[in-house]
């Protein structure tokens, strides 16, 4: 069954502070996806990558970066945090065509 | 901008009915056009997908009509149950976006009992 962990499941952090959101997946694929969820805006493409060492700029990637370090994992870091990024945020691997997504972490910026 | 978009973005319909979600896009290099049912609290999950290649995908009591022509969509769910209730995500990849995967805003269904 293919496997993608997020950590962590729940997150407070304060304006201007650094946030480090962690992915895992057991899947071996090679793409790896970050998406914000915000009521009437559905699933927003922040970052992605195609393979360990490899990062490439989504539909909303301002404030974000992202870090490939291994085949398996994938790290989406807000330098400076702002009350705007509070939203779920989802991580998700590519197999063939599909996209197997993790449980999300809620991030509030308070 | 947005590249796919979803309508109504809210529907309920009594169970035994159809329901019918519409999804339409931009790119017309789009080639792969997966839908994805999510329950609270849950991440997405793939439900049904079509290549643009074909003009129907039959899964069960769900099915898929496309139209590459229109660049349209749409998600029919049959003799829906309670259990269908859930946000309903269109998405699409493929052609000059490679493996980008873009999705709608969804579309929040309801069956009542």
């Known amino acids: 069954e293919a496997a993608v962990t997020q950590s962590p499941r729940n997150k407070v952090a304060v304006t201007g502070g650094k946030v480090t959101l962690s992915c895992n997946q057991t899947?071996?694929?090679?793409?790896m996806y970050w998406y914000r969820q915000d009521t009437g805006h559905g699933l927003r493409l922040i970052h992605y990558?195609?393979?360990?060492?490899?990062?490439e700029k989504g539909d909303i990637p301002d404030g974000y970066k992202a870090s490939r370090p291994s085949q398996e994992n994938f790290s989406l870091i807000l330098e400076l945090a702002t009350p705007s990024q509070t939203s779920v945020y989802f991580c998700?691997?590519?197999?063939?065509?599909?996209?197997?997504f993790g449980a999300g972490t809620r991030l509030s910026v308070l | 901008q947005q590249q796919v978009r979803q309508s109504p973005q809210s529907l309920t319909v009594w169970e035994g009915e159809t329901a019918i979600l519409n999804c339409s896009y931009e790119?017309?290099?789009?080639?792969?056009f997966p839908w994805y049912q999510q329950f609270p609290g849950e991440g997405p999950a793939l439900l049904i997908s079509?290549?643009?290649?074909?003009d129907k995908k039959e899964d069960g009591r769900f099915t898929i009509f496309f139209n590459k022509r229109e660049k349209k969509l749409s998600l029919h769910i049959t003799d829906s149950q309670p259990g269908d209730s859930a946000t309903y995500f269109c998405?699409?990849?493929?052609?000059?976006?490679?493996?980008?995967?873009?999705f709608g805003s969804g579309t929040r269904l309801l069956v009542s009992p």
């Open positions: 990558s195609y393979g360990a060492g490899s990062t």
């Open positions: 899947n071996n694929h090679n793409n």
């Open positions: 998700a691997s590519g197999g063939q065509n599909t996209l197997y």
């Open positions: 079509i290549r643009s290649v074909s």
């Open positions: 998405a699409a990849s493929g052609g000059t976006g490679g493996y980008k995967v873009v």
């Open positions: 790119d017309s290099t789009f080639n792969y």
